[in-house]
């Protein structure tokens, strides 16, 4: 009987673990996250570049020392401090308006990012694994993204009523009651007792024989780069569509709205673009043609003025831009050893995080120059990288 109650406890995981999923992917500043750094903190946009900086080599730095807490205190127990680093970060965040407290904010951010990174997977694969399930792992991570995606999707909009109609301050400081509450549904969990997988040898691995990959491997190589270098430059649209969006005179209120539906367009385009590309047999023209339809809507976003083409244009490299990376995934998978897989992938997803550590503060200081000339410059430099690609249509 007891082993009966405690399956059940253990199913019950996986609901848990979707409200859980559900709460911390609330992220009421987001769709005002340039407005509360500079309205209410004080700052200036190459501070707030410098601030992702931070917060994206935290993460790096704490992946290795974060998987060693989860395995030595236990999954669960991971993501409870997973969840209360990011309430305490939030309260850092909107207690004093100083560039010192936010850097402290975004590395305390960064040890909860970097804590369930990785951490929930194993959580959830061990719960299945108990209850005879494993092989749904694919099905119920999906699952947890949609409950995130869904939960930024909401809460984008309600934090710009937040801070119309209370204050932009308030956006930030709600976060931390929220991210309190998945806390205690935290709490709730029942550890799964398997044998833990060591993830801090995993990410010595990664420091070693996913170099080691990349040095044998002349196409994956080119097909990371290419990849990686333009989709960076489309990226930077993350940190900048919202002052593009002051300087079209968008009132704040709509923020949060026309960020719900850049969420909804890329979620369409995610699904749609793999399908198209599929069906095409050019698989190099194709992504030659995404690439120019990029670098030519940020042109015409440095030039324009008007309203709606402008947001019109943002929702073209949100829709075409974000996805791209899905056009590489057959073609780098094809080129790695199967044993290595996780290892060459996660490297990938490093060598991203270096090149978004260096380029942002460049974004910060072009943007604070003229953020027209910034979309141009950005244009040009995907439709330069376009036309030197090595790729060639075999690789993908």
């Keep these: 009987m007891s082993k009966l109650l405690n399956a059940l406890y253990i199913k019950r995981n996986i609901g848990k673990i979707y409200l859980f999923s559900f709460i911390l992917g609330i992220h009421t500043v987001r769709g005002v ?11 200036t946009f190459f501070e707030i570049m410098l601030l992702q900086s931070i917060f994206t080599i935290a993460i790096f730095l704490l992946e290795i020392p974060s998987g060693a807490i989860a395995d030595k205190i236990g999954r669960k127990t991971a993501i409870s401090l997973s969840a209360l680093s990011v309430a305490v ?14 850097a402290i904010a975004e590395i305390i951010w960064g040890f909860g990012v970097a804590l369930y990174s990785g951490t929930d997977e194993a959580f959830i694969f061990n719960t299945l694994k108990i209850l005879g399930r494993e092989k749904e792992l694919p099905k119920i991570m999906g699952r947890e993204q949609t409950m995130r995606l869904i939960a930024l999707t909401v809460s984008a909009p309600l934090g710009s009523i937040i801070a119309e109609y209370i204050s932009l301050q308030f956006t930030m400081t709600c976060l931390a009651f929220i991210y309190f509450g998945g806390f205690l549904i935290s709490l709730t969990f029942k550890e799964p007792k398997i044998v833990n997988n060591n993830k801090s040898e995993r990410y010595l691995t990664i420091l070693k024989d996913g170099f080691k ?11 990371c780069f290419d990849r990686l270098f333009i989709g960076v430059l489309i990226y930077s649209l993350f ?16 923020f949060g709205f026309l960020t719900s539906l850049m969420n909804i367009i890329q979620a369409i385009f995610m699904n749609l673009l793999p399908r198209i590309e599929s069906s095409v047999k050019k698989k190099l023209i ?11 809507t940020f042109i015409f976003m440095g030039f324009t003025s008007n309203t709606f083409l402008g947001v019109f244009l943002v929702l073209i490299i949100v829709g075409i831009g974000y996805p791209r990376y899905l ?10 050893e199967s044993e290595n897989r996780a290892t060459v992938l996660s490297t990938i997803n490093m060598f991203a995080s270096i090149l978004r550590a260096i380029f942002n503060p460049i974004v910060g200081i072009l943007v604070m120059w003229n953020i027209n000339v910034f979309f141009f410059i950005i244009g040009i430099g995907i439709l330069s990288f376009t036309l030197l690609t090595r790729v060639k249509n075999e690789y993908l």
């Design 33 to 43: 996250f340039i407005p509360y750094f500079t309205d209410w903190g004080g700052l």
């Design 89 to 102: 970060a939030a309260i850092f965040y909107s207690t004093i308006p100083a560039f010192f407290m936010f």
């Design 213 to 223: 990959q990349f040095r044998k491997v002349k196409v994956l190589r080119i097909l």
């Design 239 to 254: 940190w900048t569509y919202q002052v593009y969006f002051e300087v079209l005179s968008i009132p704040i209120l709509w």
């Design 286 to 296: 194709f992504l030659i043609i995404v690439d120019i339809i990029n670098g030519i």
């Design 327 to 336: 056009l590489y995934m057959n073609g780098i998978n094809k080129f790695i």
